[in-house]
């Protein structure tokens, strides 16, 4: 008897360790697939170099990581110079902390050859009156590499006038 009720021993005693395990591993791999969810939204303007405080440059920005993958739409409009108009289809995200770059390919445009190109832009969401953008980067390989584009924040930082953006990450 006391072999049969030492084996039962050892049997429970691995049973509650492979269910302690089990238990152990299902949080990990919880976590691990509920990654959070991104995003960039809001729009204003933009001045250039010679008058960064000035508004030239009108912007939209529409940008959503989600379980479908990104999606979204960036829009730059430039009253004086319909030239540099374009609107695109955001295809990357890149949020860190307030930081984000928006890229994504060119799908009208008003500068010949510019539709099928990429294009990145930057955000800081620096809180009501302080957000600021990056120049906007366009005709620039397809697809774009938003992690590789953290060097627009390197670049002059526009203020963002009369409007707002918010990044989420």
Same mark, same amino acid.
């Not at 009208?108 to 906007?136: C, H, L, Y």
């Given at each position: 008897?006391?072999? +049969? #009720?030492? @084996?039962?021993?050892? =049997?429970?005693?691995?049973?509650?360790?492979?269910?302690?395990? /089990?238990?152990? &591993?299902?949080?990990?791999?919880?976590?691990?697939?509920?990654?959070?969810?991104?995003?960039?939204?809001?729009?204003?303007?933009?001045?250039?170099?010679?008058?960064?405080?000035?508004?030239?440059?009108?912007?939209?920005? +529409? #940008?959503? @990581?989600?379980?479908? =993958?990104?999606?979204?739409?960036?829009?730059?409009?430039?009253? /004086?110079?319909? &030239?540099?108009?374009?609107?695109?289809?955001?295809?990357?995200?890149?949020?860190?902390?307030?930081?984000?770059?928006?890229?994504?390919?060119?799908?009208?445009?008003?500068?010949?050859?510019?539709?099928?190109?990429?294009?990145?832009?930057?955000?800081?969401?620096? =809180?009501?009156?302080?957000?600021?953008?990056?120049?906007?980067?366009?005709?620039?390989?397809?697809?774009?590499?938003?992690?590789?584009?953290?060097?627009?924040?390197?670049?002059?930082?526009?203020?963002?006038?009369?409007?707002?953006?918010?990044?989420?990450?």
């Amino acid at each position: 008897m006391p072999s +049969s #009720a030492s @084996s039962q021993m050892k =049997g429970l005693f691995a049973s509650l360790c492979i269910l302690a395990f /089990a238990l152990a &591993l299902v949080p990990a791999v919880s976590s691990g697939a509920a990654a959070p969810f991104t995003s960039v939204t809001g729009s204003g303007w933009r001045g250039n170099i010679s008058t960064p405080t000035t508004p030239i440059h009108h912007f939209v920005v +529409s #940008a959503h @990581s989600g379980p479908e =993958g990104v999606s979204g739409i960036y829009s730059l409009s430039s009253p /004086a110079n319909p &030239l540099l108009d374009f609107t695109g289809r955001v295809t990357c995200l890149d949020v860190v902390g307030d930081h984000a770059i928006v890229g994504g390919v060119v799908t009208g445009g008003g500068e010949p050859g510019q539709i099928g190109t990429g294009f990145a832009v930057g955000f800081i969401d620096g =809180g009501s009156g302080s957000d600021r953008q990056t120049f906007t980067d366009v005709e620039i390989a397809a697809p774009v590499d938003c992690a590789a584009e953290q060097s627009l924040f390197t670049l002059m930082l526009f203020p963002v006038l009369n409007g707002n953006v918010v990044v989420n990450g």
